[in-house]
Nanobody, 117 residues
Framework: EVQLVESGGALVQAGGSLRLSCAAS????????MSWYRQGPGKERELAAT?????????RYGNSVRGRFTISRDNARNMLFLQRNSLKPEDTAEYYC?????????WGQGTQVTVHA
């Protein structure tokens, strides 16, 4: 059974930094592209960042986070990370770890990040 467990969400002040983690199990983590999505209050879920299976590999960021967030992975520990710097109130969202296992996209339970001014 695929499991994605996010952690690291918190209440932080604008301008601060935070690292989110995702522990993956139940599939061959090192062979899959992994992604972080986020969903702010009243907004649709959007892609934050994605990283290819092979490290170093292709990395892509959503327009709203490019330059401030860094995605990385540790294939030896089946872990996915999202380092978030220069946080803004508009970064307040539930953050989800995700993997596409055709035909479905699988999700973790999410971790809440709240950024206050």
């Amino acid at each position: 059974e695929v499991q994605l467990v996010e952690s690291g969400g918190a209440l932080v002040q604008a301008g601060g930094s935070l690292r989110l983690s995702c522990a993956a199990s139940g599939f061959s983590f090192r062979t899959y592209t992994m992604s972080w999505y986020r969903q702010g209050p009243g907004k649709e879920r959007e892609l934050a960042a994605t990283i290819a299976a092979v490290v170093p590999g292709q990395i892509r960021y959503g327009n709203s986070v490019r330059g401030r967030f860094t995605i990385s992975r540790d294939n030896a520990r089946n872990m996915l990370f999202l380092q978030r710097n220069s946080l803004k109130p508009e970064d307040t969202a539930e953050y989800y770890c995700s993997v596409r296992s055709a035909p479905a996209r699988l999700w973790g339970q999410g971790t809440q990040v709240t950024v206050h001014a």
